[in-house]
């Protein structure tokens, strides 16, 4: 009996990246805009600055020698977020442009990056 093979599906693109301004579209942080920090495209995740903040309790150690209380960022689902283009948010693209694909803003038609 042969076995079976399964197929790798590839990972779809992603159409936030790090270094994007950000707005928050559902959640607490509703309407917050921020920069993305880190983008995690296996779990569609990303980290934005100032969104999603949590606090972490930590034991004293050598690089925190008092402990305490840490505010950090926890990442936000994707979906949540769009991409701002000038001053306004706006869905994202991809279409090519001398034998390079590149990101577009639908509402404005303008490139990015």
Do not use: C, W
């Amino acid at each position: 009996m042969a076995k079976e093979v399964k197929q790798k599906r590839f990972q779809p693109k992603l159409k936030i990246k790090k270094g994007d301004t950000v707005k928050v579209l559902s959640g607490e942080d509703r309407g917050t805009k921020g920069t993305v920090l880190e983008v995690f495209p296996a779990d569609n995740k990303a980290i934005v600055e100032g969104v999603n903040v949590n606090s972490k309790h930590t034991k004293p150690s050598a690089k925190n020698p008092n402990g305490g209380i840490i505010k950090q960022e926890a990442p936000v689902h994707i979906s949540n977020l769009q991409v701002v283009v000038g001053n306004q948010a706006t869905r994202i693209g991809r279409k090519e442009v001398d034998g390079k694909i590149v990101r577009y803003s639908k509402k404005t038609q303008e490139v990015i990056d």
